[in-house]
């Protein structure tokens, strides 16, 4: 159980994640009150979701111009369940937690270095034409792909 | 009806809204898709949320080192309903959705200039001491000031 | 005489500024010092010089996809004067204090609300084409534009 | 033989640099223009400045609260030998090039994965009192730190 909408079992949820992305807590990204500013974790996402893409190997069809098909952000929430400092190193953990037919439930999970929760997440990705700006179906590929790094979801 | 969360009725929804700030998109907050990047949404949110507190003469003490309480992001969300780009113009309304003990539920509404919803949102804020790390009990009249400029909520 | 090497007498070099951008200190500009963080003041420069080659009626061509011209930043230095902190209201004055045959060199000046200087800065911005990456030379029209706003320049 | 102010023969100062710190281009670093945003390299200045300071045993006494000396960035520039793009992985020298009596001068210079410089700079780093605001001399250890990791410098 948990209070978190998108997490039903926490420890179940945690289980569901193997990839992910080291980042360090930058100076420039902690604010006056001394700790990393609220904005600055989906910068982290979006790194780690992106690194994630890389390691299945559909970053660069989208990034390539001439490709139709670009992704989108659709929705991003982030539950804030530990303070970070500047210079701390965590773990961002991604995976496709729900895949849709045109769009995709991306889940987040960041550890600090003892290994403590202290960010949660979720936000769905859409594919798009670049031309007509409406939703793509993914094909069997990607499909394939983005579940092949999950543990086990929904099963 | 909506089809997200935090959002029953959106005409409905729209019309809690009174307060706002201005805000320009900047070319440094864009990205090589050409659009406003989806992290920076939550700095414009950030913006919007604190002038709203300054509105209500609540941001000084918060803001004082002598003072012990202070506020934290528990959580924050957003829906991207439609792509901001390069020096668009747009109204972020501000408002306190649901106040509860030691916590409140701020919602974001994000305009264009001719008026189309580009961007909603929701997080919740807490008050914590500074000292404990312990939620704080807003006071009666932190309260009065964050309903004053509702439109009509929860009625 | 001024220990600053793109500044001769600090006096006359403030005369030459007309065009001004207002500009607030967002919280998630700030950072663990307590003071606006070093890095953000280019943002600052970047929003106050788009802002005065809009006033030229220039950024729309360089912002045009089938336009062959767009400008680049070639080098970019900043002076800190004075601190700067969340919610202070300042003035970046931007001009085009000498104007190249491709290039032209802007200077920003930065003053608080009680007319301290609190930054300056220069950098210089190349005109290149998107297609060979080649310097292009400004069009008579753009030079005239540029001249017509400084109060005083070189002579 | 450069054209840049602080870079008298470019091969001799190329090898002046040991400390590097390896950085990774974001996306939402990235401008519409396709490329690094050019405020975003201070980032990058500011965070392998840090990282040489941690290296030398530096950084830890000035992000403790109790301590009175604190470092503050006095002056700040870059100048843009090459565009950089998403992805592209740099490494960000960095070296005391001039240490005075209560600031140090230090150098930058970003290489991409083929060697080729695309980034240098400079700025001027102050140690200051955080009671008086008054500029505090460095110790003998500081000063002997900063030296050891040079290669050669102004001898």
Redesign the interface.
């Known amino acids: 159980m948990s209070n ?2 998108y997490i039903e079992n926490l420890e179940e949820w945690k289980e569901t994640f193997s990839f992910y992305c080291p980042i360090k807590v ?3 990204e ?6 990393l ?4 974790v ?2 982290y ?3 780690a979701r ?1 690194e994630y893409f ?1 390691s299945l190997g559909l970053m660069k069809d989208w ?1 390539t111009k001439e490709n139709d098909a ?1 992704i ?9 369940i530990r ?1 970070l ?3 701390e190193k965590i773990k961002v953990y991604v995976n496709a937690n729900h895949i849709g037919n045109t769009s995709v439930d991306i889940h987040y999970m960041a550890l600090n270095e003892s290994g403590e929760l202290c960010l949660t997440g979720r936000g769905s990705i859409v594919q798009i034409s670049k031309q007509t700006g409406k939703p793509l179906p993914w094909s069997e590929a990607i499909i394939d792909k983005m579940k092949s790094n999950r543990k086990k979801i929904g099963v």
């Open positions: 978190i909408s930058r100076f420039s902690t604010d006056a009150f001394g700790h500013n609220n904005t600055k989906f910068v996402f979006e790194e992106i890389k990034m670009i989108v952000t659709a929705d991003l929430q982030c539950n804030y303070q400092f500047f210079d």
